[in-house]
């Protein structure tokens, strides 16, 4: 199907540690973005980019690592763990196009846990 | 900045019945983009609708309707014969048109049907 696919779905990490959630998008979108999502703050831009190779900070970068070599896939990585990094995380992909209006499609999510 | 506030951190309704949920936002641009998203406890992102500004006319889709109110930079929505499929968290969101597809996002509202 398409759409957004985010891995893993949970994740429990120890202080310290780094990991990788992987996003992957197969609708060819030039834009994808990553999220968190914590109580009473809605959704909090972390990072994006505009195409392959091109990539640009949100509003809460710090602590968090991206790259996109390919257009398919954006992963986001924790260089070490802390944790105030315990939210949900969400990746999105978006297109902009004429008579398309805009439309993101967004992956279904991480549960991250920092112990 | 853009920023989106949500000032009703929490609602209720009977089902059957209508109930409004409000958004402000606060941006320097004429023309942008304002969505509104529902998430329920599977956490999927679902777009409900999307009201493009330079449009006066207020988007509806089926039961859910908005009152744009582009002066006083209010997005409100209004959801009518509630029912219990409804209850989820709902984020006011807001985009630029021109630049980088960024989602700027409320702090959510969690609405709740009462059957």
């Known amino acids: 199907n398409a759409g957004v696919t985010q891995t893993p779905k949970f994740q429990v990490l120890k202080t310290g540690q780094s990991m990788t959630l992987q996003c992957a998008q197969d609708m060819n979108h030039e834009y994808m973005s990553w999220y968190r999502q914590d109580p009473g703050m809605g959704l909090r831009l972390i990072h994006y980019s505009v195409g392959a190779g091109i990539t640009d900070q949100g509003e809460v970068p710090n602590g968090y690592n991206v790259s996109r070599s390919t257009t398919e896939d954006f992963p986001l990585r924790l260089l070490s763990a802390a944790p105030s990094q315990t939210s949900v995380y969400f990746c999105?992909?978006?297109?902009?196009?004429?008579?398309?209006?805009?439309?993101?499609?967004f992956g279904s999510g991480t549960r991250l846990t920092v112990v | 900045a853009q920023t989106v506030t949500q000032s009703q951190p929490e609602m209720s309704v009977q089902e059957a019945e209508t109930v409004t949920l409000s958004c402000t936002y606060d941006t320097s641009e004429s023309d942008y983009y304002l969505f509104w998203y529902k998430q329920p406890p599977s956490r999927q992102m679902i777009l409900v609708i999307r009201q493009e500004a330079y449009k006066q006319q207020n988007a509806t889709e089926n039961r859910f309707s908005v009152n744009f109110q582009k002066a006083a930079k209010s997005f409100s929505l209004k959801i009518s014969d509630s029912q219990l499929g409804d209850a989820a968290m709902y984020f006011c969101?807001?985009?630029?048109?021109?630049?980088?597809?960024?989602?700027?996002f409320g702090q959510g509202t969690r609405l709740t049907i009462n059957p």
């Open positions: 969101a807001y985009r630029r048109i021109q630049g980088a597809q960024k989602l700027v």
């Open positions: 999105a992909s978006s297109y902009s196009g004429q008579g398309y209006g805009v439309r993101y499609t």
